[in-house]
């Protein structure tokens, strides 16, 4: 195992909302294995089921059948959304503060809690403005203190749900990048959820296409960099054209 990055390994999920005929499936049979230290992006079109499944990953929902078992079993995964959700009543640091108290003991671990906040606000680029509020912060900025508050915890276990997608291009590339070197450095496993190609193509090493629910494809980088036009390949697949899934 890398780290302390876990495996994550799901069996047959399956979420249906509602019931009789009004019920939707948002999640059907879905079966993988995340392996430790991974990086993979889960691709498909809005609706498509991607963040119900990454809510049944962080415990947030509960599967209707199937399973979800991380391997060291006392992993808990750190969850980032689309729009940051930090306490517009806290500063930065106090906001990072606040997830670590629930996974350590404030009595006892204030040492280490405060050395985990600084090493994350330093990874970030933001210990300088570890004493701002969030109104105070770009978009840019707000998104980055969401980075630090998921990664000082530290879990081995990111699930990112379009975290960058509402930024402008300019600092979405920039923060791209940054969570690719942060990866190089920490090896956690991730899970990104997008629905932008060029996203998952610059930062997964798998690529899953998720379609009504299901995974309908399952790409390494290296079977994408087989092909002049790998973004043409991930686009028909998510248009449900059939292509032979390697990994």
Known sequence: MVGNAPE?????LNKIYGS????????????????????????????CGKTTLLRLLAGLEKPCSGSVCVYPDHTYPAVMFQNPC??????????LLVALRHRLDWKHNKKEIGQRVNAALERVGLRDREKAFPHE?????????????ALCQ????????????SLDAL???????????????KKCTILFITHDISEALFLAKR????????????LTADTLNQ???????ILSLMNGKTRKNEN
Request: net charge positive.
């Open 86 to 95: 930090l306490l517009p009543w806290m500063t930065v640091r106090r906001n």
């Open 207 to 218: 690529i899953l296409i998720m379609n009504n629910g299901c995974i309908t494809a399952d």
């Open 137 to 149: 912060l770009s978009g840019g900025m707000a998104q980055r203190a969401s980075l630090a508050r």
């Open 8 to 12: 994550i390994r799901i069996e047959n």
């Open 154 to 165: 530290e879990s081995g276990f990111l699930l990112m749900d379009e975290p960058f997608s």
């Open 171 to 185: 600092t979405r590339a920039k923060l791209q990048k940054d969570l690719k070197g942060i990866w190089y450095k």
């Open 227 to 233: 092909y002049d036009d790998a973004k043409a390949v």
């Open 20 to 47: 009789h005929e009004e019920a939707v499936t948002a999640v059907k049979n879905v079966s993988m294995t995340l392996a430790p230290g991974s990086f993979t992006a889960l691709v498909g079109y809005s609706g």
